[in-house]
């Protein structure tokens, strides 16, 4: 056997970010009760934007910076439609997407970058030097680390702040939401903005970091698996980590499977992940929607 | 964007033909081509564009050029396609094997119209099919790569399971296996042409398994990225040079140049001598390109691979000469015996040697 477990759980982190990045917003955005099927071109838009703005900076850390400033612009756009001019959310998420993926190959027209430039490993202290979980968990790029803290930080505000107790009354009846005096509206255009910034940082972390390049159509459909993850935690938190490690770890694993020459055939390795992620999640109990998602509200109803 | 372009001088004819005139005042060919990638790929795409814009220059305001990019492989390239031979386009090339029955169904419509399908295998009355013998490069890369891993294992980054791509793992290995009789393959499908967040997955994987050496059939730097990464990798270019990631870990590189192609077939359309055929051309004629071999390399396995490009492109050596034998062990190539064509064409199986299956 080839496989290095150490390495294959290392690189699981960093192939799960992406999607852990884009699901973390999508599911406040959801858990507001808005459903934005956009994700996948918010999260081009930041990643030919955080490109450009990495590379012509030369600083990587501006380029997320200006990626989730172009993932949040471009979700205003969405929440102006829909919060304001109450269009259809389905389709308008899904014009976004096209949009976006149309956007960024015009932005991304002759941009070219240094292949130099790169985000650095950490190396924390102590916790890196520790034999198997310091090479596992101690020594990725500062990305990884704030991923999951936003995941952290996502599930404390839900869970224990007024805020979030505000915003899963939003999610839950925006009606009633209303009617004790809290306006919908901005905080549903909050809950979006921040859907798009994780998403414009999810894009930004494949183009800074994975690939690191700019092409077109860079994402590939992550934005998704993002998606249906967000659904299959059942909106929470935990959850979410789960399945998109799981699924980052099961298409890392079905790569190092095949160079190892398993006897699977390897269509089956390929749609491995799907099924597992799925299955899973499926597993340990489907939840229940926020009860407002999808729907359009009006002040004046 | 080019298919602003396209659109606009649709419209243009469009007007044309509403205001009564000619639709054709100035006598200019119309070329147009089908990409599969963005023309940024850094790859495939981005060298049939590049050659491509050799033969706009080389023929000046003789020929109208269009393209369009990003045409998914599958029924919509024929939507694609048509759009262009609407648009009176003389001669189409579409530049990717999932092309192949798309441009065969719309050259049945379009008679007058001129089709180049690039690396497949179905011909028409009005339709040729060209391709590179890549696996004449592969046997350079393999020659290469034997010489250079220290590990003794390499990596091969696998694209879509067809003949073209099997051929240039055979070839690979070969000759590989024939500088250095320890060495390993271990390849990823990874069932897309250009895909690089997949790429780099997939070369990373091959990496930590401890592969030192990593081909690619995929069209994009990102596998370099990985390479540079790592460290200590040797990766070659494909398509195009990618010469901005030598000297390490990128140490050579197969180049596709279709510009002499592209420049005799749209004079044969100008000149109206224009007939269907099937080129295959390898390094002898100039299709194939072997990217400069960087100092990364020691002298002699240089000289080594230099002195094999040159007896191919002689043809004094062929890549696939036997003794050969199957996978399983059955005999393919005698001691001496020369693959024919028919048989390349089709080759589906693996050589001795190579472990695992072929996705079918």
């Known amino acids: 056997m080839d496989i290095n477990p ?40 930041g990643a030919v934007c955080g490109y450009i703005a990495g590379h012509s900076s030369g600083n990587p850390y501006l380029g997320f910076v200006g990626a989730a400033a172009a993932g949040a612009a471009l979700s205003l756009i969405f929440a102006v439609l829909t919060q304001f001019l109450l269009t259809n959310q389905v389709a308008t998420g899904l014009g976004l997407t096209m949009f976006g993926l149309g956007l960024s190959s015009l932005i991304g027209q002759g941009s070219k970058g240094s292949p130099d430039l790169t985000v650095s490993k950490l190396h924390i202290p102590l916790l890196a030097d520790i034999p198997v979980i310091g090479p596992i968990l101690f020594q990725h790029d500062v990305m990884v680390y704030l991923s999951v803290a936003i995941v952290a930080g996502v599930w404390a505000f839900l ?19 209303h009617a004790l005096g809290y306006n919908v509206r901005a905080v549903r255009v909050l809950a979006i903005m921040f859907g798009g910034a994780c998403a414009g940082l999810a894009g930004a972390y494949i183009s800074l970091v994975r690939v690191p390049q700019w092409i077109d159509g860079i994402t590939a459909g992550a934005g998704w698996i993002a998606l249906a993850i967000v659904v299959f935690a059942s909106w929470k938190p935990w959850r979410l980590i789960a399945g998109a490690y799981l699924f980052g770890g099961v298409t890392v694993l079905q790569l190092n499977l095949q160079a190892e020459g398993l006897k699977i055939p390897v269509e089956y390795l390929s749609m491995a992940p799907y099924l597992a992620t799925i299955v899973v999640l499926v597993m340990i109990r489907a939840g229940r929607a926020p009860a407002s998602l999808g729907k359009s509200f009006h002040p004046s109803t | 964007m080019k298919r602003r372009t396209l659109l606009a001088t649709g419209a243009g004819a469009a007007m044309a033909a509403a205001l009564g005139l000619p639709a054709r005042a100035q006598d200019k060919t119309k070329v147009g081509f089908i990409y599969v990638g963005p023309i940024n790929d850094g790859g495939w795409t981005q060298h049939h ?62 008679p007058d119209v001129k089709f180049e399908h690039a690396t497949g295998y179905k011909q028409a009355d009005n339709v040729s099919v060209y391709s590179a013998r890549f696996y004449e490069g592969r046997a350079i890369q393999g020659t290469l790569a034997g010489r250079v891993t220290k590990s003794n294992k390499i990596g091969y980054i696998a694209s879509v399971p067809i003949p073209e791509v099997i051929r240039g793992i055979n070839s690979a290995y070969l000759h590989a296996k024939k500088v250095n009789p320890d060495v390993e393959f ?18 990373k994987a091959l990496i930590e398994q401890g592969c030192d050496v990593v081909l690619q059939h995929t069209d994009s730097t990102a596998p370099h990225q990985a390479a540079k990464e790592a460290g200590g990798v ?82 004094t050596y062929h890549p696939f000469t036997g003794p050969i034998n199957k996978q399983d062990g059955s005999a393919w190539l005698a001691e001496g015996e020369i693959a024919n064509d028919g048989d390349l064409a089709g080759m589906f199986f693996f050589v001795e040697g190579i472990e695992g299956d072929i996705p079918s």
């Open chain 2, 186 to 203: 271990k390849v990823i499908w990874i069932f897309e042409w250009l895909n690089p967040a997949k790429e780099a997955d997939a070369a």
């Open chain 2, 234 to 315: 040797y990766t070659f270019g494909q398509a195009a040079d990618m010469a901005e990631y030598g000297p390490m870990p990128r140490i050579s590189s197969i180049i596709d140049n279709w510009s002499p192609y592209y420049i005799e077939r749209v004079q044969a359309v100008i000149d109206g001598t224009w007939s269907s055929v099937n080129t295959w051309d390898g390094i002898g004629a100039g299709m194939v390109g072997i990217g400069e071999i960087s100092d990364a390399v020691p002298a002699e396995a240089k000289a080594e691979a230099e002195a094999m490009r040159d007896a191919i492109a002689a043809g």
């Open chain 1, 6 to 45: 150490i390495l294959l759980l290392a690189a699981l982190m960093v192939a799960s970010t992406p999607i852990l990045l884009a699901a973390i917003g999508e599911l406040v955005v959801e858990r507001s009760g808005v459903l934005n099927l956009g994700v996948e071109g918010m999260m081009i838009v």
């Open chain 1, 159 to 177: 869970k224990y702040s007024r805020a979030g107790l505000i915003l899963r009354a939003v999610g839950e009846n925006h009606d009633a939401a």
């Open chain 2, 49 to 110: 564009h590049h050659s491509a814009m050799e033969m706009v220059h080389h023929f000046g305001d003789a020929v109208d050029f269009v393209y369009q990019e990003n045409v998914p492989e599958g029924p919509d390239a024929e939507r694609a396609i048509t759009q262009m031979a609407l648009g009176g386009a003389d001669i189409i090339f579409t530049t990717s094997f999932g092309f192949m029955d798309p441009t065969i169904n719309v050259a049945a419509n379009f």
